[in-house]
């Protein structure tokens, strides 16, 4: 039913997906502590229409990318281009939800998502528009509530049809479903999936979820820590040692040997830059969940983030 939506010629909700290019690209923060660079040499093209899910070790600069995407910063070095225009400041062309739904509690969810409309959408047509974009995130019924009367899950819904009212061509999610319970939050995949499929964008979703990066996305941007990387490599052997176990501990070693090979192997310029890996999900989507073929990446991405899953399951026995 909500794939039928797509069908319904409205000129504003027919915004051409984006291409994004990011080159070369560095932000470098003045603190007092003096210049803290959180990207480095990130070089990336995210094609019209693609999900890319980022994700990485609090602090490496998930949030600093989608808002310089969003033209809601600039970056130190480099260029971000929009379907080939720089960009230089926030317009209507790109939406960013963010993990809480920032909405006015003292206006309906209705007018809550009319605040996302592109500036002068006027009355009647406003309303089609809002009344169309409830309808596609399942909120028909609540319009005239305010947000303390609808749980978690709907008013999550409502930022998200916010953050599509203004047909954006770059949709950028900064962990929209962080604060939701399990359940929902894997309703709210399928309904990001319906909404995509309906309405043509493209999307850069930011999460901590290596299983929701997997089922969403078409590649995977893994973000490196840039100030985390010269302590990093004790932290294994530690929580080794602690395990106490030599053939855990030799079963472990080959493992990880064998996820980071082909990451060391796929591009040693970078190796210092902010991009540790980019990942294409294999199959189409809705994917299957328990894939097996995602058991290898999963592995190798919770690696990626310093997560050593094997071994945390030892130490919470
Ligand atoms: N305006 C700013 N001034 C100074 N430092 C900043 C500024 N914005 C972000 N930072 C720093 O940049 C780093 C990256 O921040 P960012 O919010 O992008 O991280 P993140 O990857 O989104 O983390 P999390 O997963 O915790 O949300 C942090 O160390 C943060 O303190
Ligand atoms: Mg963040």
């Known amino acids: 039913m909500l794939f039928g939506m797509a069908e319904h010629h409205d000129p504003r909700s ?13 932000r470098t923060f003045a603190t007092a502590d003096g210049p803290r660079t959180v990207l480095r040499e990130l070089t990336l093209e995210v094609r019209a229409g693609e999900i890319i899910a980022v994700v990485g070790p609090s602090g490496c600069g998930k949030s600093t990318l989608l808002r310089l995407i969003g033209g809601l910063d600039l970056p130190t070095a ?27 509690p003292w206006r309906t969810i209705a007018q809550n998502v009319a605040l996302g409309l592109p500036r002068g959408t006027r009355g009647g047509e406003a309303r089609e528009r809002v009344a169309e974009l409830l309808e596609l995130v399942g909120l028909g019924h609540a319009a005239e509530q305010r947000p303390r009367e609808v749980s978690g899950g709907m008013a999550q819904r409502a930022s998200l049809a916010r953050a599509l009212a203004r047909s ?34 493209t999307v850069v979703l930011v999460t901590h979820d290596v299983e929701e990066a997997l089922y969403l996305a078409d590649r995977v941007l893994l973000l490196r820590n840039l100030h985390a990387a010269q302590a990093e490599p004790a932290r294994p052997r530690a929580r080794v040692v602690a395990l106490g176990s030599s053939s855990g501990i030799d079963a472990l070693g080959a493992a990880r040997t064998a996820v980071r090979a082909p990451e060391v192997a796929a591009d040693p310029r970078r190796s210092d830059g902010s991009l540790a890996r980019l990942v294409p999900v294999p199959g189409s989507r809705p994917r299957d969940r328990g894939a097996r073929t995602f058991t290898d990446l999963r592995t190798s991405l919770l690696d990626g983030l310093g997560v050593h899953h094997r071994l945390t399951n030892k130490e919470n026995a």
């Not at 929009?82 to 209507?92: E, G, N, W, Y």
């Open 168 to 201: 954006p061509r770059v949709l950028l999610l900064d962990e929209p479903f962080g604060a939701l319970d399990a359940l929902t939050r894997l309703k709210m995949h399928d309904l990001l999936l319906d909404v995509h499929r309906a309405q043509p964008t």
């Open 78 to 104: 480099g260029t971000i281009t929009l379907d080939d225009v720089p960009v230089r400041a926030h317009d209507d062309s790109t939406a960013i939800a963010f993990q809480e739904p920032r909405l006015l």
């Open 14 to 26: 027919a915004a051409q997906a984006g291409r994004v290019r990011i080159a070369d690209v560095e």
